[in-house]
């Protein structure tokens, strides 16, 4: 194309672009920004029409970058990046808190966040719900300073902080399964169902919070659809797609009337940390963890 100058770009259409190549949906990068999802799709178009070209092919199913939109990450994301640490470290240097959070873990942190608004009431204290599918990506971007994570943490970049919960396992399962009124389940059970996996999440994690492929005694544990968020799991389970190990702290906060959680047995309890950047300067975020030290 010709006419086309590079101060003409709106950020917006550059970020939504970004977005979408990190989600591959258009409904999740909408949530993201805060936007409708007519907005994306419109916002794609404007920098396809300045590219002068399809940056991404959609079908009903699935969106993927192509070629020449795997180009343009490439070029855009570092410096995009480094903008967006730029805008929220300057908006963090008045050290409020920004603290992310693994949806069914929130509370862990009831108590602690409450000392720190007791002990300094101008520090400004913001919660972020993280997502599975994207566990440390606000932390590396500087969206959130400290978050709450599950063990392990095998990231080199990060700090591993205080434990601050652990919570059994449970089985959640549809309240018409038949074995959704056994007093506890065990892994060798699984061998009998479907599980349902989350879409993505750090290979420790994988390995270690969810299942393996097979039982102790070797036989084969099938996985069936994924899901990334707490309803999507529940509603996926109330119409019968399979089982999901989860933990206490699942039961807690997140219901479905035709989902029940039993206690399960054969894989350790989950074990909550707080984990920060190794290079943050944010004092607020090590007062906080000597703050649950102290609990």
Same mark, same amino acid.
């Not at 205080?162 to 892994?187: C, K, M, Q, W, Y």
């Given at each position: 194309?010709?006419?086309?100058?590079?101060?003409?770009?709106?950020?917006?259409?550059?970020?939504?672009?970004?977005?979408?190549?990190?989600?591959?949906?258009?409904?999740?990068?909408?949530? /993201?920004? %805060?936007?409708?999802? *007519?907005?994306? &799709?419109? @916002?794609?178009?404007? =920098?396809? #029409?300045?590219?002068? +070209?399809?940056?991404?092919?959609?079908?009903?199913?699935?969106?993927?970058?192509?070629?020449?939109?795997?180009?343009?990450?490439?070029?855009?994301?570092?410096?995009?990046?480094?903008?967006?640490?730029?805008?929220?470290?300057?908006?963090?240097?008045?050290?409020?808190? /920004?603290? %992310?959070?693994?949806? *069914?873990?929130? &509370?862990? @942190?009831?108590?602690? =966040?409450? #000392?720190?608004?007791? +002990?300094?009431?101008?520090?400004?204290?913001?919660?972020?719900?993280?997502?599975?599918?994207?566990?440390?990506?606000?932390?590396?971007?500087?969206?959130?300073?400290?978050?709450?994570?599950?063990?392990?943490?095998?990231?080199?970049?990060?700090?591993?902080?205080?434990?601050?919960?652990?919570?059994?396992?449970?089985?959640?399962?549809?309240?018409?399964?038949?074995?959704?009124?056994?007093?506890?389940?065990?892994?060798?059970?699984?061998?009998?169902?479907?599980?349902?996996?989350?879409?993505?999440?750090?290979?420790?994690?994988?390995?270690?919070?969810?299942?393996?492929?097979?039982?102790?005694?070797?036989?084969?544990?099938?996985?069936?659809?994924?899901?990334?968020?707490?309803?999507?799991?529940?509603?996926?389970?109330?119409?019968?797609?399979?089982?999901?190990?989860?933990?206490?702290?699942?039961?807690?906060?997140?219901?479905?009337?035709?989902?029940?959680?039993?206690?399960?047995?054969?894989?350790?309890?989950?074990?909550?940390?707080?984990?920060?950047?190794?290079?943050?300067?944010?004092?607020?975020?090590?007062?906080?963890?000597?703050?649950?030290?102290?609990?």
């Amino acid at each position: 194309m010709t006419g086309v100058e590079i101060g003409r770009i709106d950020p917006l259409e550059l970020e939504a672009f970004v977005v979408l190549a990190e989600e591959l949906h258009f409904g999740r990068t909408a949530a /993201r920004l %805060g936007l409708s999802q *007519p907005r994306v &799709s419109q @916002l794609l178009r404007s =920098l396809e #029409r300045r590219v002068g +070209r399809r940056l991404v092919e959609r079908t009903s199913r699935r969106v993927e970058l192509n070629p020449l939109g795997e180009r343009l990450l490439r070029d855009v994301r570092p410096a995009f990046d480094e903008l967006r640490r730029a805008v929220v470290g300057t908006r963090a240097a008045g050290y409020g808190l /920004r603290v %992310g959070f693994l949806g *069914p873990y929130f &509370s862990t @942190l009831d108590v602690p =966040l409450q #000392r720190l608004r007791e +002990r300094y009431p101008e520090c400004a204290v913001t919660l972020t719900q993280l997502s599975w599918a994207d566990v440390y990506g606000p932390l590396r971007r500087g969206e959130v300073d400290v978050q709450i994570c599950l063990l392990p943490v095998e990231q080199r970049d990060l700090t591993i902080g205080p434990e601050i919960g652990v919570f059994p396992r449970r089985l959640a399962i549809a309240r018409n399964h038949p074995r959704a009124t056994a007093e506890s389940l065990d892994i060798e059970d699984l061998a009998e169902m479907t599980i349902i996996a989350p879409h993505t999440v750090p290979p420790e994690l994988a390995r270690t919070f969810w299942p393996p492929e097979t039982t102790p005694s070797g036989r084969p544990i099938r996985r069936g659809i994924s899901a990334i968020t707490e309803p999507e799991m529940l509603g996926a389970v109330a119409h019968g797609a399979g089982v999901f190990v989860t933990t206490a702290a699942m039961a807690r906060h997140f219901l479905h009337p035709d989902v029940v959680f039993v206690p399960f047995t054969g894989m350790p309890d989950a074990r909550v940390v707080l984990v920060w950047r190794k290079d943050t300067d944010n004092p607020r975020v090590r007062e906080l963890a000597a703050i649950a030290v102290e609990q």
